[in-house]
């Protein structure tokens, strides 16, 4: 074999040898480049859903910083006293505090009525003496109520301390519930507390589970019976379920 016939055989077996390379490498080439799509497409996807929570989170944040103002605007205005308006504020958040730790035990969908009443009165209740007759009820309620009957039954506990069933060593209340296709009745009736007059102005505990039931777009009607103060909430079912607030 000459001489020339040897360097053509040996550059055709390198040209060989580089073409085989290069496919190879292609196909790596094309595999790293279908990965890195993969990676990217999941690295968008992971910022676009730290995104919406991050959203979400600053619209919850704003929201719960709405109430905790409103809260210690209207208790310390109302107040008549400076240490009045603080217990009042601290009351007040401490149950707020409650309710987010409830949300944050709670599934996505929401949590047990019963566990949130549960929740509400333990502060004020006694083992050794138990004030409360609660009725159980097995009904499931979005996040978006928790908030509401949250802060509205301590509001309601709040008051009774205060002016009502709790604030003597004889009173209780009884928390009734009916449910039906379409409608939750939740019913709080105070019994062996002191006499119980008509308020002569609306107070901003009144204001608030007013406005709280409104949030349920709900109805609320607040007698003032010489027995015993007594609480009526009538919400739709639909607005219960829901599972994120406006």
């Not at 790293?32 to 676009?48: F, V, W």
Request: aromatic content about 4%.
């Amino acid at each position: 074999m000459t001489d020339d016939l040897r360097s053509l055989t040996t550059l055709e077996a390198e040209n060989a040898g580089l073409r085989d390379l290069l496919a190879q490498a292609g196909i790596d080439a094309a595999r790293i480049l279908a990965q890195a799509g993969l990676d990217a497409a999941e690295n968008e996807a992971a910022r676009r859903l730290q995104r919406l929570l991050l959203e979400e989170l600053h619209h919850r944040v704003k929201n719960t910083l709405a109430t905790v103002l409103a809260i210690m605007s209207q208790s310390l205005r109302t107040a008549a006293s400076l240490d009045e308006g603080r217990v009042a504020v601290e009351n007040r958040l401490m149950a707020l505090g409650r309710a987010h730790d409830l949300l944050l035990r709670a599934p996505e969908a929401g949590a047990e009525l019963i566990d949130v009443i549960r929740s509400s009165i333990e502060p004020f209740d006694s083992r050794d003496a138990p004030r409360f007759v609660v009725q159980d009820i097995a009904l499931e309620i979005g996040r978006a109520a928790v908030l509401p009957i949250s802060l509205t039954l301590n509001e309601l506990c709040t008051n009774a301390a205060k002016y009502g069933a709790l604030s003597n060593s004889a009173g209780c209340v009884e928390i009734a519930s009916t449910v039906d296709d379409e409608r939750l009745k939740l019913t709080w009736t105070e019994k062996g507390g002191p006499a119980v007059g008509q308020p002569t102005r609306r107070s901003f505990g009144t204001q608030l589970i007013t406005g709280l039931t409104e949030q349920l777009h709900g109805d609320v009607r607040l007698k003032y019976e010489p027995a015993g103060f007594v609480y009526e909430l009538d919400v739709p079912l639909v607005a219960l379920r829901e599972r994120h607030a406006d």
